[in-house]
């Protein structure tokens, strides 16, 4: 019997104080939830570890009703905002001496996307079909009605995204391509032996350090210094020192610092300079010292290249680098991946010219198994390409109330500059840190995914819900290009709810993959006038080693090699407020704690929130932002709240379940020996055999009939890969709860085959 319910759950609203942790109303749950106490008689099992919880999942209702929900089966999803899938269910009434009644249910609901915890949540749900054999219209609604009144009550609707992934028809994804997005090849160098990396924004910009006749560059994240009186340069080198004549080289080690060294003021900012003084002697075999006033790569290996072939195809893997390096045969052509871009020479010496959309055909087999199948996401025409342009378009949301949420300090070198952007009728602030637009005769700010509103340029300042269709129009050859990136969702008179897209942290889409930044260089601000130089940058494209990690959806940046702060490409900070300047990790991070580019922006700092890797709205760090993935960190701690006991049950056949709030009524719930149950398109309710066939579950004896000469063939076109993803999903979620997979050294789609280092290796330094 079929029966068409179109019921929606009602919606439950769970706020949850934990320390530290901002939370916001949670979607209505469907089918995760973790479980109440085991049966005595069952064997002891660890706890899941799936970011989900693991399934399938049993219910108990308060009348004794058994119910079990198998994981659901993704048939599509509409812009990532709407699901429809498929469950199979078992259920039976309390005191029933029938067998109990396989069925299936078809739900569609909306979603909600947490990228960074690997989740997706169902919200306003809909049984648009149901069939269950052998109910009465009366079992039947009641049946409906304790899924309606036990999923909400007893379970958290969260499914893990690897699941959600391995079963996504990656040809529905369409890649929204930022126009103007540059593929000029970087200045690379190439080294086989150990070598060092000094990037500068543009010529060295040199601050005077109070009662020292030592200068410093700002604009680097290494420590170079000048000393003036005898117009040497010095370079700090973990615990050794280089010297120059010329801040570009040649560099040698140096014999002895200057007395200065040692007169350093006692704060913060020089803690790492002064635990490397006197500093120890740097030998011939110290790393070469390459230096560049534009954004540049390094292609350092460990020796002459080690190559070792890729599995399934002519390409040869360099393996004694942390650079993404391949060659097609020993004396083919060389590709090399950096932000996302590949580039390709005839040899390692270049010239480089842009390859992505040109790789051979070869570079789309690349196995998952392989130590750097991370970069398939870099390459155009792979689900893995596809994947990445989806994490990259889903925006994070937040609610801003209008009240709470102060603006932040907005200090100006002078009086406030404007400049034109080209193509538009708006201007730009040049001489501050913050991202300021003048329309007409009202001025905008865009500060950590948040827009407000002044009459002034200096404010005051107020959160805005109406923001100017010309500022939509700025270009990605404009700094301020960023700020189209966050837009307005919902606008009341209380609060505004915001959407901030990948690209406002420089992840963007190009040649339909992710790729990082935009391929300009964006020359920094610098003004002087007061006793330092004023120096504001922006983010660079190039210069850092920007590499894509797999499990977070966005792109790590530096490595050792490449400076001892990070990956940020600015080693101090000014503070328009103090008149002074911080330095290096005393001035901020350019990634949260898993090492990634979650909300970096060298316009606003990272602050401490972002720092722990709250993303950009967590950066807030106040409740007058409640976060469009709070109930992603609300999820994991609703059963400690509730006092509800988790554990997982064991079945006869050693299929395992999570249950909740009692005990499961475990004689009257199907079970299988993995729980490896399917809901067939056609209604019926299917189980995957040992041999790779498919049995039908029979409500009338309670048996699993093999059907597999009868089923039709598109049922069992569909339940394969069904099956095909639920073990892709499985791997995939476990995976993700790996160690080290948070990490920006993550460098494989399957990491628990050891193809992942926990951080990448350089030629010194220190990363933090």
Same mark, same amino acid.
């Given at each position: 019997m079929?029966?068409?319910?179109?019921?929606r759950?009602?919606?439950i609203?769970?706020?949850v104080?934990a320390?530290?942790?901002?939370?916001?109303?949670?979607?209505?749950i469907?089918?995760?939830? /973790?479980?109440?106490?085991?049966a005595?008689?069952?064997p002891?099992?660890?706890a899941?570890?799936d970011?989900?919880?693991?399934?399938p999942?049993?219910?108990v209702?308060?009348?004794?009703?058994?119910?079990?929900?198998y994981?659901?089966?993704?048939?599509? %999803?509409?812009g990532?905002?709407?699901?429809?899938?498929?469950?199979?269910?078992?259920?039976?009434?309390?005191?029933?001496?029938?067998q109990?009644?396989l069925?299936?249910?078809?739900? &569609?609901? =909306?979603?909600?996307?947490?990228?960074?915890?690997r989740?997706?949540s169902?919200?306003?749900?809909?049984?648009?079909?149901t069939h269950?054999?052998?109910?009465?219209?009366?079992?039947?609604?009641?049946?409906?009605?304790?899924?309606?009144?036990?999923?909400p009550?007893?379970?958290?609707?969260?499914?893990?995204?690897?699941?959600v992934?391995?079963?996504?028809?990656?040809s *529905?994804?369409i890649?929204?391509?930022?126009e103007?997005?540059?593929?000029?090849?970087?200045?690379?160098f190439y080294?086989?032996?150990?070598?060092?990396?000094v990037?500068?924004?543009? =010529?060295?910009i040199?601050?005077?350090?109070k009662?020292?006749?030592l200068?410093?560059?700002?604009?680097?994240? %290494?420590d !170079?210094?000048?000393?003036?009186?005898?117009?040497?340069?010095?370079?700090r080198?973990?615990?050794?020192w280089?010297?120059?004549?010329?801040?570009?080289g040649?560099?040698?080690?140096?014999?002895? !610092?200057?007395?200065?060294?040692?007169?350093?003021?006692a704060?913060?900012?020089?803690?790492?300079?002064?635990?490397?003084?006197?500093g120890?002697?740097?030998?011939?075999?110290?790393p070469?010292?390459?230096?560049s006033?534009?954004?540049?790569?390094?292609?350092?290996?460990?020796?002459?290249?080690?190559?070792?072939?890729v599995?399934?195809?002519? !390409?040869l893997?360099?393996?004694?680098?942390?650079?993404?390096?391949?060659?097609?045969g020993?004396?083919?052509?060389?590709y090399?991946?950096?932000?996302?871009?590949?580039?390709?020479?005839a040899?390692?010496t270049?010239?480089?010219?842009?390859?992505?959309?040109?790789?051979p055909?070869?570079?789309?087999?690349i196995?998952?198994?392989?130590?750097?199948?991370r970069?398939?996401?870099?390459?155009?025409?792979?689900?893995?390409a596809?994947?990445?342009?989806?994490?990259?378009?889903?925006?994070?949301?937040?609610?801003?109330?209008?009240?709470l949420?102060?603006?932040?300090?907005?200090?100006?070198?002078? &009086?406030?500059?404007?400049?034109?952007i080209e193509?538009?009728?708006?201007?730009?602030?040049?001489?501050t840190?913050?991202?300021?637009?003048?329309?007409?005769? !009202?001025?905008?700010?865009?500060?950590?995914?948040?827009w407000?509103?002044?009459?002034?340029?200096?404010?005051?300042?107020?959160? *805005?819900g109406?923001?100017? +269709?010309?500022?939509?129009?700025?270009?990605?050859?404009?700094?301020?290009? +960023?700020?189209t990136?966050?837009?307005?969702v919902?606008?009341? +008179?209380?609060?505004?709810?915001?959407?901030t897209?990948?690209?406002?942290?420089?992840?963007?889409?190009?040649?339909?993959?992710?790729v990082?930044?935009?391929?300009?260089?964006?020359?920094p601000?610098v003004?002087?006038?007061?006793?330092?130089?004023?120096?504001?940058p922006?983010?660079?494209?190039?210069? $850092?080693?920007?590499?894509?990690n797999?499990?977070?959806?966005?792109?790590s940046?530096?490595?050792?090699? $490449?400076?001892?702060?990070?990956?940020?490409g600015?080693?101090?900070?000014?503070?328009?407020?103090?008149g *002074?300047?911080? /330095?290096?990790?005393?001035?901020?991070?350019?990634?949260?704690?898993?090492?990634?580019?979650?909300?970096?922006n060298?316009?606003?700092?990272?602050?401490?929130?972002?720092?722990?890797?709250?993303?950009?709205?967590?950066?807030?760090?106040?409740?007058?932002?409640q976060?469009?993935?709070? %109930?992603?960190t609300?999820s994991?701690?609703t059963? /400690?709240?509730?006092?509800?006991?988790?554990?997982?049950?064991?079945?006869?056949?050693?299929?395992?379940?999570?249950?909740?709030?009692?005990?499961a009524n475990?004689?009257?719930?199907?079970?299988t020996?993995s729980?490896?149950?399917y809901?067939?398109?056609?209604?019926?309710? $299917?189980?995957?055999?040992?041999?790779?066939?498919?049995?039908?579950?029979?409500?009338?004896?309670?048996n699993?009939?093999?059907?597999?000469?009868?089923?039709?063939?598109?049922?069992?076109?569909?339940? +394969?890969?069904?099956?095909?993803?639920?073990? &892709?999903?499985?791997?995939?979620?476990? =995976?993700?709860?790996s160690?080290?997979?948070r990490?920006?050294?993550?460098?494989?789609?399957?990491?628990?085959?050891?193809?992942? /280092?926990?951080?990448?290796?350089?030629?010194?330094?220190?990363?933090?």
């Amino acid at each position: 019997m079929r029966g068409h319910y179109p019921h929606r759950f009602r919606a439950i609203v769970a706020i949850v104080a934990a320390a530290g942790v901002l939370v916001s109303p949670v979607a209505p749950i469907l089918i995760a939830h /973790r479980a109440a106490p085991q049966a005595a008689s069952a064997p002891k099992a660890a706890a899941p570890q799936d970011a989900d919880g693991g399934w399938p999942r049993d219910f108990v209702s308060a009348n004794g009703a058994a119910l079990r929900v198998y994981q659901p089966q993704i048939a599509s %999803w509409d812009g990532q905002k709407r699901m429809v899938a498929f469950s199979a269910v078992s259920y039976s009434p309390k005191g029933s001496t029938k067998q109990p009644t396989l069925g299936t249910i078809k739900l &569609e609901a =909306d979603t909600s996307t947490a990228v960074e915890e690997r989740l997706v949540s169902f919200s306003k749900i809909k049984l648009t079909e149901t069939h269950f054999p052998n109910l009465s219209n009366d079992e039947l609604r009641d049946a409906v009605a304790r899924v309606e009144k036990l999923v909400p009550e007893q379970g958290e609707a969260v499914i893990a995204l690897d699941r959600v992934l391995a079963r996504l028809d990656k040809s *529905t994804i369409i890649p929204r391509n930022v126009e103007g997005v540059k593929a000029d090849p970087p200045v690379l160098f190439y080294s086989t032996s150990p070598a060092v990396l000094v990037n500068l924004d543009g =010529d060295p910009i040199w601050s005077p350090i109070k009662d020292n006749d030592l200068k410093f560059a700002v604009n680097t994240n %290494w420590d !170079l210094f000048e000393y003036s009186p005898a117009k040497t340069y010095f370079l700090r080198y973990n615990d050794g020192w280089f010297s120059a004549a010329d801040p570009k080289g040649p560099w040698k080690p140096a014999d002895k !610092l200057p007395d200065s060294f040692g007169k350093l003021p006692a704060d913060a900012n020089w803690t790492d300079v002064k635990a490397a003084l006197p500093g120890r002697k740097l030998t011939s075999t110290a790393p070469k010292v390459f230096v560049s006033t534009t954004p540049a790569e390094m292609i350092l290996l460990r020796g002459a290249p080690t190559y070792q072939l890729v599995t399934g195809t002519q !390409l040869l893997w360099v393996s004694n680098t942390d650079s993404d390096l391949f060659r097609l045969g020993k004396t083919g052509p060389v590709y090399y991946l950096v932000s996302g871009r590949w580039f390709s020479a005839a040899d390692f010496t270049g010239p480089w010219t842009f390859a992505s959309t040109s790789l051979p055909p070869d570079f789309k087999k690349i196995p998952l198994s392989h130590e750097r199948s991370r970069v398939l996401a870099s390459v155009p025409g792979t689900e893995q390409a596809a994947e990445a342009v989806l994490l990259a378009q889903i925006p994070q949301t937040a609610r801003i109330d209008k009240k709470l949420v102060k603006a932040p300090d907005v200090e100006f070198q002078g &009086e406030p500059q404007f400049q034109p952007i080209e193509k538009t009728t708006v201007a730009r602030a040049v001489n501050t840190d913050k991202d300021i637009i003048k329309v007409g005769d !009202l001025y905008y700010m865009c500060y950590q995914g948040v827009w407000f509103m002044s009459k002034s340029a200096t404010g005051p300042w107020e959160v *805005t819900g109406s923001v100017p +269709n010309q500022i939509y129009e700025i270009p990605v050859s404009s700094p301020s290009y +960023n700020v189209t990136n966050v837009t307005v969702v919902e606008n009341n +008179n209380d609060a505004v709810v915001y959407a901030t897209a990948a690209a406002y942290t420089g992840v963007m889409i190009a040649w339909g993959c992710a790729v990082w930044g935009s391929g300009y260089y964006y020359p920094p601000y610098v003004g002087y006038g007061g006793y330092y130089p004023i120096y504001h940058p922006y983010y660079p494209t190039y210069g $850092y080693h920007a590499s894509y990690n797999p499990w977070t959806g966005t792109y790590s940046r530096g490595v050792a090699a $490449y400076g001892p702060y990070g990956g940020a490409g600015v080693g101090a900070r000014y503070n328009p407020r103090t008149g *002074t300047y911080a /330095r290096g990790a005393a001035a901020y991070g350019p990634y949260g704690a898993r090492g990634y580019a979650s909300a970096y922006n060298p316009r606003t700092g990272a602050s401490a929130a972002t720092r722990q890797g709250s993303g950009v709205y967590g950066s807030w760090g106040q409740t007058g932002v409640q976060r469009g993935n709070d %109930w992603a960190t609300t999820s994991r701690v609703t059963n /400690r709240a509730t006092g509800a006991t988790t554990r997982v049950t064991q079945g006869s056949g050693g299929g395992a379940a999570v249950t909740r709030n009692g005990v499961a009524n475990n004689s009257g719930v199907v079970r299988t020996g993995s729980g490896d149950v399917y809901a067939g398109r056609d209604g019926n309710v $299917y189980k995957k055999q040992d041999g790779g066939g498919w049995s039908q579950y029979d409500n009338g004896n309670g048996n699993w009939n093999n059907r597999a000469g009868s089923t039709d063939a598109s049922t069992v076109g569909q339940l +394969n890969r069904d099956s095909a993803a639920r073990a &892709e999903g499985a791997q995939r979620t476990r =995976d993700a709860n790996s160690s080290g997979v948070r990490s920006g050294a993550a460098s494989s789609y399957r990491p628990s085959s050891g193809g992942m /280092r926990s951080a990448p290796r350089g030629g010194g330094g220190r990363r933090r």
